[in-house]
């Protein structure tokens, strides 16, 4: 299996970069250091201003002009997911399914949640409600959907290096790996025409892209 093809690494605007999300022009990169969201102006690669959600930000996304976080629930620890639209906090929390989850992607109207340590996605309706549940073939440690496939990044084990990409077509739910990560990625997004993630241990997030067909 081949590696992806790294195209850039940006020097984080913070400590232990985490989630990731992009618009194509600013990208939002939490902090497990901080626990705040930065702001990012990609072309200048700048920080421009910062969001402090009710909790860390262990899972993000953009769809239809909000950025979507999955944070823990301050009285209950339960994880829920909260909306931000122009810096604002707006809308009602949403509980996740059994109070748990983290990498968040969007497509198709319907939030796509991925509970790591449970190999599962779930596609949420805008209630919450569970749409729809895919079986994932690794530990799921970042999600971007492109068109009607999902990307996830994922390990049989986060203490090691050994990361993949997998493909899950989102109408049949078949997975296949398409790509090895050679460090311990966190976060996945995609840009339109690139991927990007955060390699944690280094401060550093990475943008890349795929080998062909993939």
Not at 20 to 25: Q, S
Not at 83 to 89: A, E, F
Not at 96 to 111: A, I, M, N, Q
Request: aromatic share 8%.
């Amino acid at each position: 299996m081949q590696e992806i093809q790294e195209i850039e690494r940006k020097q984080s605007t913070c400590k232990e970069p985490h989630a990731i999300a992009t618009d194509g022009k600013t990208i939002w990169v939490s902090s497990r250091a901080t626990r705040l969201v930065d702001v990012v102006d990609r072309t200048s690669w700048s920080k421009v201003g910062e969001l402090q959600p009710p909790a860390m930000a262990w899972g993000m996304t953009y769809g239809q002009g909000d950025v979507l976080m999955t944070c823990g629930d301050p009285d209950t620890e339960n994880r829920r997911i909260v909306s931000y639209r122009d810096g604002v906090l707006t809308g009602s929390p949403i509980r996740c399914p059994d109070g748990t989850g983290s990498h968040l992607s969007f497509e198709g109207g319907h939030t796509l949640l991925g509970q790591w340590y449970l190999k599962k996605v779930h596609a949420l309706g805008v209630d919450g409600a569970v749409i729809r549940t895919y079986d994932m073939p690794h530990e799921v440690c970042g999600l971007a959907a492109r068109g009607r496939t999902l990307f996830a990044l994922g390990t049989d084990d986060e203490n090691t290096t050994e990361y993949f990409i997998s493909t899950i077509d989102l109408a049949s739910g078949t997975a296949k790996d398409v790509a090895a990560v050679s460090f311990r990625a966190r976060g996945l997004a995609w840009d339109g025409a690139s991927f990007w993630t955060n390699h944690r241990e280094a401060d550093q997030t990475v943008r890349f892209t795929l080998t062909a067909g993939a």
